[in-house]
Each structure stands twice: as structure tokens, then as C-alpha cells.
């Protein structure tokens, strides 16, 4: 049904998933560089072939609205919600035959900006498995938000201005939407305000948000890109709280990596049981596992499931499914 070739393809109708060197037809699960291609066709969302437009320029896209499936010769595919980002999306691909889940990035529960995530049955799952450790077991989303919300406020009650590091495409929307539900207004950098400019005009109110324009009205919250993207630097003058969210923040030595005041665990990605429960929600009869610590393949074949890693060596897995 699929092969590797230094990326995933369905084989029968030659579509390439997530593959960033330039294809004839291409799936982009979301807006995020590192699963970009300029394709002669890409099919996606249509929250994500606007922000696909912004990031790489104007190109044919075929639009895949979220459940509404999409005829090509023997097989039908499905976009379904990620619940990673704005527009972020599962795909589904049924020949008759077999149904091939591709998760992509992508996060069970609630999130302030995206759908949630939606992962039907299927007989195939390839999954992305970023936080496959037991270490990263998440807090609840209303402990992060309560923790996020607490740090801004003390800032601002001492006078320093909350800057927070995320990245410009998903993160700083949906910490801009929790701040701003809360009553907090939001100053963007240049590069994130873009971003969420199309998030507002395809469907996704961000509240009181501005962009930078060489001031901070007090009582706000800065909202920028991390020290290691490249972006035009913003002076802030007086005292500051600098925060990050990640996921990665569940390490205690992200602070110190990151050199900030506070690293908050806001992950757009399935924690360690996350993964889990995704394998018991699609109920899958192989597992490919990609983007993650290839340990995770062994905790899985522990739990008794057929687990593989997706790479060149695959091979043998791939043609025990496919004969």
C-alpha cells in the first residue's frame, strides 16, 4: 500500500505524505517548514494551503477539507484534525482493502487553536512519536495554563514585561489565545503577527493581539520567536520575565539549555501516553513509527504490538503488510 523512499509514499497513486524534496503530488499534513515541499500539486487543509501559500509562496493546491473524503482511482482519501496546529491534519487513506492511517504531528485533547485530534480504525499506523519516553508524561492542559497565566501575572504585577519564546507558526497563536481569554493583551513580533493574521481570516479569533511596532503598552505580554530562529530583534526596555513553552520543558535542564527565567511544558505534540492511547484508539495490526527515540518501538513490542521504526530498513515489515 506504501513504500519508503527516503519519505513515505503511497504507492498506487504515487502521493508523497510530508516530504520536503519537491514531488509531483505531495500531502502536507501542516504549515510547519520540516513538512513542506514545493509540490506541482499539494493537497492539504485549506487553513493549511493558506498558511502553506504565506510560507512558500502561491502554487496549485487541492484543498482537503476536514471528513470530506476525496476520490482517486481505488482509493479514498480522508483529512481528519491533528489537533498539532490551525489547519493540521490526519490522513486516511483506504483502498478497499487496507485503511493506512499517517498521523503526522499531532496531540490528543484539547487545544486553543486547533481541532482535536480525531484517529479512526485503521489496519496501518504510521505515527509520529516525538515524546516517546516515559519522562514525557505531561502535565493536565489546565495545570499549563494555570502556570503560564500565574507567571505572566506576577510579571506584570512587578512591572516586567512577560516575553515569551514560541515558535511563530501554532505555539505563539495559541499562547496569544490563552493569554488574551484571560484578559491579557498580547504584543506579537512581525513574523508571528503574519501568522496570525491568516489564522484570524481563516476562521480562528485570536482576541486582543497587535504587532509590534516599537512599543509594549504596559500590561501587556510579548509573544516572539525562539533565540535560535532568525528574526529581526525586538528591544525591551526595563526588567523582563522570559518564558518558554515546550514540551521539552518536562527536562529540568531546559531553563538552564534554553536560558530563560521559566520553561513551561505547553506541547503541541502526543505525550508518552498519548501514544499509547492512540495505538488502542485505531486499534492498528502494524505500527511504523517515526520522529521520535526508536526505543519506543521496543516499549510498544513489549505492550504486544507489531512495532517497527519507518525508515530504509523497513523492508521486510513493508512487504509482509503489502502481500
Request: aromatic fraction near 8%; glycine fraction near 8%; charge should be negative.
Amino acid at each position: 500500500m506504501f513504500h519508503y523512499d527516503r519519505g513515505i509514499k503511497l504507492t498506487a497513486i504515487d502521493l508523497a505524505v510530508d516530504v520536503r524534496r519537491r514531488q509531483p503530488r505531495g500531502f502536507i499534513s501542516h504549515a510547519h517548514m520540516d513538512h513542506m515541499g514545493r509540490h506541482e500539486m499539494a493537497y492539504c487543509t485549506p487553513e493549511t494551503a493558506r498558511l502553506y501559500w504565506h510560507r512558500l509562496g502561491e502554487r496549485p493546491v487541492r484543498e482537503m477539507p476536514y471528513r470530506e473524503s476525496i476520490e482517486w482511482n481505488d482509493f479514498q482519501l480522508t483529512a481528519l484534525p491533528a489537533g498539532h496546529c490551525w489547519g493540521s491534519a490526519m490522513l486516511l487513506a483506504d483502498d478497499g482493502n487496507q485503511r493506512l492511517l499517517y498521523t503526522g504531528d499531532y496531540k490528543l485533547g484539547p487545544s486553543f487553536t486547533a481541532e482535536a485530534a480525531e484517529p479512526p480504525c485503521a489496519d496501518i499506523l504510521i505515527m509520529e512519536t516525538t515524546f516517546g519516553q516515559p519522562a514525557y508524561r505531561m502535565p493536565s492542559r489546565d495545570q499549563v495554563v494555570e502556570q503560564l497565566l500565574g507567571t505572566v501575572e506576577n510579571a506584570l504585577a512587578v512591572n516586567k514585561t512577560p516575553v515569551i519564546y514560541a515558535y511563530v507558526l501554532g505555539k505563539a497563536q495559541e499562547v496569544t489565545r490563552m493569554l488574551t481569554s484571560n484578559g491579557i493583551p498580547v504584543v506579537q513580533h512581525p513574523l508571528a503577527y503574519e501568522v496570525s493574521q491568516i489564522y484570524e481570516q481563516t476562521g480562528c479569533p485570536l482576541g486582543d493581539v497587535q504587532c509590534y511596532e516599537g512599543s509594549i503598552p504596559a500590561g501587556s505580554a510579548l509573544v516572539i520567536p525562539p533565540k535560535r530562529q532568525t528574526a529581526m530583534e525586538i528591544p525591551i526596555p526595563g526588567k523582563k520575565t522570559t518564558i518558554a513553552v515546550t514540551g521539552w520543558a518536562n527536562s529540568p535542564s531546559t531553563r538552564y539549555r534554553l536560558g530563560v527565567d521559566v520553561a513551561i511544558p505547553l506541547s503541541d505534540h502526543a505525550d508518552y501516553d498519548d501514544l499509547f492511547e492512540t495505538v488502542e484508539m485505531v486499534q492498528p495490526q502494524v505500527i511504523f513509527c517515526t520522529h521520535g527515540p526508536k526505543s519506543f518501538v521496543q516499549d510498544l513490542r513489549g505492550a504486544g504490538h507489531n512495532a517497527h521504526w519507518l525508515d530504509e530498513t523497513s523492508r521486510t515489515a513493508l512487504s509482509q503488510i503489502s502481500s
